[in-house]
C-alpha cells in the first residue's frame, strides 16, 4: 500500500485543505498520514469571523516522533501554509523524510482571480517559490504562477508561448514538473498546462469553462492529481483525471450553487473516480 502524508491546514467547515485531501486520497486506496498546521473553524474565502488556532509549534514535536518510529512515506504533499515559519518547518521536513523514491508535491495555495487569499503579502510569495524550488510536482494556478514569476496576471493568457515560457520558468526555480491550473486563451475553456524539465516536455489539457468560481476546487485538483501520481500513472493520465474530476464536482454542485457557495460537491463524484482509477 502506497502511503502518503499531506501537510496543510484543517478548515473544519468549507471543504477545502485536509478535509477534502484525506477522503479522495484515501478513496483511492492509498494510505494518508496528515499534520494540521492550522485548526480554522471555516476556510477563509468568503466566511466572516473564521477563528485560527496556529499549530506552527506541533508540526516539528510530530516530525521528531515520526522519525523515532522510522516512518517513510511515497509522496510528502504540501498546501495552504500559513506562515514563513510552517515553510522552514515543512522545507526542512523534506529534508528529513526524502529518500530516493519520495516524491515532493507543493501546491503554493496563496492566491486566485488575480489576488492574494486573505493574510497573505509579497514575502510570503518569495517564501513559497523557495519551497517550490525542491518540489517534484508544483501545481500554482496562473494567479499563484504570476505571483512567483514577478509578472502580470492575465485571466485570459495571451498565446500558447506565453503560457509554455511560464511553466518553463518556474521550472528554472529547480522543481522538475510544473502544473499549471487554470489556463485560458479564449475565456470560453479552461485547461491545464504541464511541463516535465528533465524531458523537455509539455502538454496540455482543457475543457470548456463552467461559469463562476469554485472555491476548493485547487484543493480537489491537488489531491486527485497526488494521488494519481503516487500510483505511477503518468503525467497526461494524472492531469486528464485531475481535470475531469473537477468538472464532475463543479456539474453536481451548479443546481445548488448558491446553497453550496464554499465548496464543491466531491463526495457525490468518488465512486466515478475509484473506477476511473482502476481502469
Ligand atoms: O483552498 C485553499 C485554502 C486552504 N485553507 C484555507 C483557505 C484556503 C483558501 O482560501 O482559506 C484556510
Redesign the pocket.
Known sequence: MKKVVTI??I?CFGK??LTVALPIISSTGIETAVIPTAV?ST???GFSGFTYRDLTEDIPKIAQHWKSIDLKFDTIYT??LGSFEQIDIVSKFFDDFRSENTKIFVDP?MADNGKL?TGFGYPFVEKMRELCSKADYITPNVTEAAFMLGEEYYEICPNEEYVKDMVKKLCEFGCKNVILTGVSYKGTDLGVMTYNSEKDEYFFYSRERIGGNY??T??VFASVYVAAMTKGKSIEKSTKIAVDFVIDCIEKTLPDVKEHWYSVKFEECIPELIKKFNN
Open positions: 496543510q491546514d478548515s477545502c485543505s480554522l476556510h477563509t474565502g498546501g495552504y495555495a487569499y472555491h476548493g485547487g484543493d
